[in-house]
């Protein structure tokens, strides 16, 4: 088992910079790999970033690319995603995931976790 916990959230104005950081326990280990989902009010969750644990390659979605930034700290057992030039259309609960290393993976489809956390708020005001 893996436990989640996020920290970071609030509220924001439009142009701001924030981050999000989500710290693991339990069965953590260099082969997981550690994502960052967002669910809007009334939208499906949908995919934020991916890192891999051991190996830091780091996955986004097209409308965060260049904005937003996953980081893992190995020593802390923390992965934070550093959010910049915040958009309106950014609001929604933010989730960490986790998910044990394994073929055939896209990093992007929320089905392939099997761990989450309880998610934080990010409201961007425009």
């Known amino acids: 088992q893996v436990q989640l916990v996020e920290s970071g959230g609030g509220l924001v104005q439009a142009g701001d910079s924030l981050r999000l950081s989500c710290a693991a326990s339990?069965?953590?280990?260099?082969?997981?790999?550690m994502g960052w989902f967002r669910q809007a009010p009334g939208k499906e969750r949908e995919f934020v970033a991916a890192?891999?644990?051991?190996?830091?390659?780091?996955y986004y979605a097209d409308s965060v690319k260049g904005r937003f930034t996953i980081s893992k700290v190995n020593a802390q057992n923390t992965v934070t995603l550093q959010m910049n030039s915040l958009k309106p259309e950014d609001t929604a609960v933010y989730y960490c995931?986790?998910?044990?290393?394994?073929?055939?993976?896209?990093?992007?489809?929320?089905?392939?976790?099997?761990?989450w956390g309880q998610g934080t708020q990010l409201t961007v005001s425009s």
């Open positions: 890192v891999s644990w051991s190996g830091g390659n780091t």
């Open positions: 339990g069965r953590t280990s260099s082969s997981y790999v």
């Open positions: 995931a986790a998910t044990p290393i394994r073929g055939g993976l896209t990093y992007r489809r929320k089905e392939e976790y099997h761990y």
